[in-house]
């Protein structure tokens, strides 16, 4: 499907009285020519894709790095002793979000949502709303279609590579769309539902990605946990009624001029930023420090 | 780009680029080997180079020659299963100049035959092969492709479209490269619908066409 922005997203949903997840199955639908149970049918699969990674996650594996693993593990005893600062659906949403994260980065199964990288994000948001307001899966697969459907109209307007527009394209993307999904999840208005993504994205615009050596797991891990926490705080703000100056399509834009703007070593190099702090540096060199590799030498 | 590649696709981590991507870049090399590979070196450029190891890279593209899928969860062992199936493997740096930083080169060997494919990594999991057996390409695994080695004379285009054509199947994309003129050179055929194995035996069988393999997409 093509899709240009938000706006005309919105303005196709209200005439159809859909909500916009609703409205991009069915666009999706048309535009394959296939029936919408198929698209369904696709995206039940990557749901629960979403879970086992979660499930996964839990195992407290070690990624392939070294870097991180057990992390999810440490902190969902932490939530379960009540002793947590987050409660509720923001608690299960940091959970969630770090397990799949640890998961991709230990070679596990799943869904890259829009990337690899921001995979824990989407996530986070959407099952743990899922689970504590009790949503039905069909409701939650149409919302990966809204999630989705804003991905679209990043990806054309702006950039979801790293490389390209830094961390705030993967993680903030990711942030934007749960938070759209996750609104009208819960009952929001297509219009609450951009307001909801346009402050979920203004929080994470300028964020650069500074991977320490390279790898999906300094400080990509937890911050797909700050990705998910945003979007649920602006869920919220925008469920109040609390609306973004500006709107969803300009907040898009601005982060692809951003990611222009942003300088070479800190979008994916391991040039800048954390990477090339004296601790970032040391864990690359430690990990790197290796020789070639033939059979039965390094496995 | 595409809604279901934006929620998608479903994947070893950690890297669309470095893993996903990588196992891709086997899976062309196993095809146009055509065979079970027995011996492959392999060498990385760029970020691959430097990288490959905390991603899974080396992985990913021995899981790729072995004919696993992105999704496969065989990647995290594939090192171990190929010492099983009796790949013998060497992973090398190289510096290629003007090269994608994610770049393989990789020497295959089956035990009839021997194939050398480039590729790179370009984002998102998307790959492009940019040289096979010397014969520089432009594929990128994303519609049913069929390569055809032919002699370099007058007719072979032709022969080979109008079967395409007599079948049904309509050409996206095709290229044609060759080393030198006269000798042998290389047809590239990137094609809407699925090639048969029927329209595939007839356009081996044609006077001039010297062999000849299916890349599905990927």
Redo the contacts between chains.
């Keep these: 499907?093509y899709l240009e922005s938000i706006e005309q997203l919105i303005k196709i949903a209200k005439e159809n009285g859909q909500t916009l997840g609703r409205m991009?199955l069915i666009l999706?639908a048309k535009d394959r020519e296939v029936p919408e149970e198929q698209l369904l049918n696709?995206?039940r699969?990557?749901l629960q894709?979403m879970q086992s990674a979660v499930t996964e996650g839990l195992q407290g594996n070690r990624?392939?790095?070294g870097l991180v693993g057990g992390q999810a593990l440490k902190y969902q005893a932490w939530f379960n002793s009540g002793k947590s600062l987050a409660s509720g659906v923001f608690g299960k949403a940091i959970t969630y979000a770090l397990a799949v994260s640890e998961?991709?980065?230990?070679?596990?199964?799943?869904?890259?949502?829009?990337?690899?990288?921001s995979?824990g994000v989407?996530p986070g948001v959407l099952l743990s709303i899922m689970e504590e307001y009790e949503i039905p899966e069909e409701k939650v697969i149409e919302g990966?279609?809204a999630?989705?459907?804003v991905?679209?109209v990043i990806?054309?307007k702006a950039s979801?590579?790293g490389?390209q527009g830094g961390c705030q394209a993967e993680c903030g993307s990711a942030a934007a769309m749960a938070a759209v999904a996750a609104t009208e999840l819960l009952g929001g208005s297509p219009e609450q539902a951009a307001h909801a993504g346009a402050i979920a994205l203004k929080g994470m615009l300028g964020l650069v990605c500074d991977p320490v050596?390279?790898?999906?797991?300094v400080p990509c891990v937890k911050r797909n946990v700050s990705a998910a926490v945003q979007a649920l705080a602006a869920v919220d703000l925008a469920l109040a009624g609390i609306t973004s100056a500006i709107p969803l399509d300009e907040v898009i834009g601005a982060m692809g001029e951003i990611g222009r703007e942003l300088p070479l070593s800190l979008k994916e190099t391991?040039q800048g930023g954390l990477a090339a702090t004296p601790t970032g540096k040391a864990l690359a060199q430690k990990?790197?420090g290796?020789k070639?590799?033939?059979?039965?030498e390094?496995? | 780009?595409d809604?279901?590649d934006?929620?998608?696709?479903?994947?070893?981590?950690?890297?669309?680029?470095h893993?996903?991507g990588a196992v891709r870049l086997g899976r062309v090399g196993r095809l146009v080997l055509g065979e079970e590979p027995k011996k492959a070196k392999i060498f990385l450029h760029g970020?691959f180079k430097?990288?490959y190891?905390?991603?899974?890279t080396?992985?990913a593209i021995i899981a790729g020659l072995l004919g696993f899928d992105t999704?496969d969860?065989r990647?995290?062992e594939s090192?171990?299963i190929?010492?099983e199936l009796g790949l013998?493997?060497?992973?090398?740096?190289i510096d290629l100049p003007e090269a994608h930083p994610n770049t393989a080169y990789m020497e295959l060997w089956g035990d009839t035959s021997i194939a050398r494919v480039t590729g790179c990594s370009i984002?998102?999991?998307a790959v492009l092969i940019t040289d096979i057996n010397g014969y520089p390409v432009r594929i990128t695994a994303k519609y049913p492709t069929l390569i055809v080695p032919h002699n370099d004379q007058p007719g072979a285009v032709a022969k080979v479209t109008s079967v395409i054509a007599w079948h049904g199947i309509n050409i996206a994309q095709m290229s044609v490269a060759r080393q030198k003129k006269g000798a042998e050179a290389l047809m590239v055929i990137e094609t809407d619908q699925p090639i048969d194995e029927e329209t595939f035996k007839e356009i081996k069988r044609l006077p001039g066409i010297t062999g000849g393999f299916i890349i599905p997409p990927l």
């Design positions: 499907m991009a999706e696709i995206m699969e990557r894709v990624s392939v790095g998961a991709n980065a230990s070679m596990g199964l799943i869904v890259a949502a829009p990337t690899a990288g995979a989407i990966l279609y999630a989705g459907a991905g679209l990806a054309y979801l590579s490389a050596a390279g790898l999906v797991e391991a990990i790197f290796g070639e590799e033939k059979n039965g390094n496995n | 780009m809604l279901l934006i929620i998608g696709p479903v994947m070893i981590g950690p890297s669309s680029s893993t996903a970020s430097e990288t190891r905390g991603h899974g080396d992985r999704s969860p990647i995290r090192l171990k190929a010492k013998n493997y060497e992973f090398l740096p984002g998102g999991g």
